[in-house]
């Protein structure tokens, strides 16, 4: 990890997400959302806490960096691609979906989560919150934070590759989630053709998330295996699959080919997906591309 030294100030990278109401005070969103807020209707009655707690983080953050010195880059929206080069850290405003989307800009740098609203969002991957922002940053900057450097994994399409910073899953499905996946899996030396709701694969990292609700295991962070979960395979006439729920070691790569007109692999939640067509060989494997997290417990 780069660390300040001497006079230097720091440089750091700060992405921060866009709550719900504020995208609204920006003239975005529909005009039902704005009539529910104004109704203060239970669909949204959480918006505006959320939205104040996220505001008040964000200011201590912009305080504390001030406070160390720190020359920051503010960013609004954890989706838009940015360069890390020169930075000596990147902090990211939200809870986790913010840290996974400003982590596929992200290499060789250091990223702290800061959850913004712990009352609100899930921050597992984030370290610190309003209460405890100078202490960490400050540790991160100097070097102090323990840091967990964990596997991602990469997806090709046809050979080509496409996203080598998954942290948390990918998932493999019709691109109406509602139809059937209709897919060749291939993994473990195995294969076999399935019909199901898509495949879920990821690394460690992820298998708390989506993969674990799935029925798969709990990997340790440490762990540089993937693992894929079928959703919900459709088994009728006999069909008997003995690829469902696989751990596969490093090195090893699960291969899925489409049976489908128009499929999609879904990367680290809905907002990044790769389109798939008939016959298209999609492939998952550990990448040589990990992520420095900071702050992570030692647990799991």
């Known amino acids: ?86 930075s000596d850290l990147v902090i990211t405003v939200g809870g986790d979906g913010t840290l996974l989307a400003a982590s596929h800009s992200v290499h060789d740098v250091p990223i702290l989560g ?35 450097r964990l596997a991602r994994m990469a997806v090709y399409i046809n050979d080509q590759l496409r996203s080598a910073r998954i942290l948390n899953e990918a998932l493999f499905c019709h691109s109406e989630p509602a139809a059937t996946s209709d897919y060749i899996l291939r993994a473990l030396r195995g294969r076999e053709e399935q019909k199901s709701s898509g495949v879920w694969i990821g690394p460690a990292a992820g298998s708390t998330a989506a993969i674990h609700s799935a029925g798969g295991r709990i990997l340790p962070l440490s762990s540089r295996k993937l693992q894929f979960v079928v959703r919900e395979p459709y ?28 499929a999609r692999v879904f990367l680290d939640g809905p907002y990044r997906a790769l389109p798939v067509r008939l016959g298209d060989r999609v492939r998952f494997e550990t990448s040589r591309q990990p992520l420095l997290v900071l702050g992570l417990p030692r647990g799991r």
């Open 1 to 86: 990890m780069s660390k300040a030294r001497g006079t230097k100030r720091p440089r750091v990278i700060v992405v921060a997400k866009r709550s719900a109401l504020g995208q609204l005070e920006r003239g975005e969103g529909d005009t039902r959302a704005r009539t529910l807020v104004k109704q203060r209707h239970e669909a949204v009655s959480k918006w505006r806490p959320a939205h104040l707690e996220h505001e008040k983080t964000l200011a201590a953050v912009r305080e504390a960096l001030t406070a160390l010195g720190a020359e920051a880059l503010l960013l609004h929206g954890p989706h838009a691609e940015f360069d890390p080069t020169g």
């Open 235 to 262: 088994q009728g006439g006999g069909r008997d699959y003995a690829l469902l729920s696989k751990v596969v070691p490093e090195g090893s790569k699960v291969t899925i080919v489409s049976k489908m007109q128009s």
């Open 114 to 148: 800061v959850n913004s609203a712990p009352g609100y969002s899930v921050g597992f991957f984030c370290a610190a919150d309003r209460h405890d922002l100078v202490p960490k940053i400050a540790a991160a900057l100097s070097g102090q934070m323990r840091a967990v």
